[in-house]
């Protein structure tokens, strides 16, 4: 679907350099986004994550071409945005968290009438090829408002993609759905990422990031604090936490020790306890239980997760 986009030679979809923008207020200026810089390779499923108010909304905004930045420079697809607005704009399609559909068109006809608005001549019109990528084929001449609530995101997610953009912005995609309708949903932006489209997705949903991004960026107060490929993220916390349950109450000289191993959490025969692996080898812990003749019920670990590296880039 984007061979009509030459892919650049530096391979980035998205080249950001000391992008800076400010809000004007009564009172005072306020620094939405804080002379930040950021390369989004082209193909990659990136992840732009952050609280609220972080920034997110603001530098895809000017991604999309919607909102003027204060200063820096800006290139999509190499195209600079000052230079080129137009086709800047073109090489990005953005698909909303609010669900802009006409009830009363079907899924079909909005496509063809979003082609329209972006001046795609009929000939060169791909609806029945995002119909199908979005699997919505079946779906595409009935009525928008018989749709199920997966369907219209995807439906979305369609309409984004009617001029072909090499780009995607997926805002909040999933939010407000249920779970199996998620997973339903992230198969499909895998489908479009595998056919080469670059996907920058903005989400709270962490394990949404963690599933389908290879690689992140974190946004806090207006500033990139964090950028990485996830695996590279997840190593920077060396953590793990073993969960064990025991047959007989635990002994005060045993929760002692227990206590200097790492942070740990008693409930009746139960214990959690959170430690540093480079410090403490999983085997210290196990031998122990066994030296002192421990009965174990069960025992199972956990790994860090993006969640855990999300909190330790912004809790101040």
């Known amino acids: ?52 108010g972080a920034g997110k909304s603001t530098l895809i905004n000017i991604i999309a071409g919607t909102v003027m930045k204060t200063k820096g420079e800006v290139k999509v697809w190499n195209i600079d945005i000052d230079k080129n607005r137009k086709q800047s704009k073109l090489a990005v399609g953005v698909v909303p968290q609010e669900l802009n559909i006409d009830a009363f068109f079907t899924p079909k006809e909005q496509l063809e009438l979003q082609a329209g608005l972006f001046n795609v001549p009929k000939k060169n019109r791909v609806t029945n090829q995002i119909l199908e990528i979005m699997d919505l084929t079946s779906k ?28 995607l912005i997926l805002d909040e995609p999933t939010a407000g759905v249920d779970v199996e309708l998620r997973k339903k949903l992230w198969a499909s932006f895998k489908k479009l990422n595998d056919q080469g489209v670059t996907i920058i997705l903005t989400t709270h949903y962490l394990e949404e990031a963690e599933k389908l991004c290879d690689k992140i960026a974190i ?98």
């Not at 979809?13 to 810089?37: P, W």
């Not at 199920?148 to 369609?158: E, I, Y």
Request: hydrophobic share 40%; with cysteine; aromatic share 6%.
């Open 219 to 316: 946004i806090h107060k207006g500033k990139i604090v964090a950028e990485d490929k996830k695996s590279n993220l997840l190593s920077k916390i060396d953590q793990k936490i073993i969960s064990i349950k025991f047959e007989d109450k635990l002994s005060s000289k045993i929760k002692n020790y227990l206590k200097k191993l790492g942070k740990v959490r008693f409930n009746e025969n139960n214990c959690e306890i959170s430690f540093i692996p480079s410090k403490t080898p999983m085997n210290k812990i196990l031998n122990f239980l066994k030296e002192n003749n421990i009965k174990v019920l069960d025992l199972h670990t956990k790994d860090v997760n993006l969640e855990d590296v999300f909190l330790m880039f912004t809790k101040n």
């Open 140 to 167: 595409a001449n009935e009525y928008s408002r018989k749709l199920s609530g997966g369907m219209r995101r995807r439906l979305l997610v369609a309409k984004a993609m009617v001029h072909q953009p090499p780009i």
């Open 1 to 52: 679907m984007t061979n009509k986009w030459i892919t650049p030679k530096d391979n980035l979809a998205i080249e950001i350099k000391n992008l800076t923008k400010n809000y004007i207020g009564a009172e005072k200026e306020d620094v939405a986004i804080n002379n930040i810089s950021l390369q989004i390779e082209c193909g990659s499923f990136f992840g732009l994550l952050g609280p609220n």
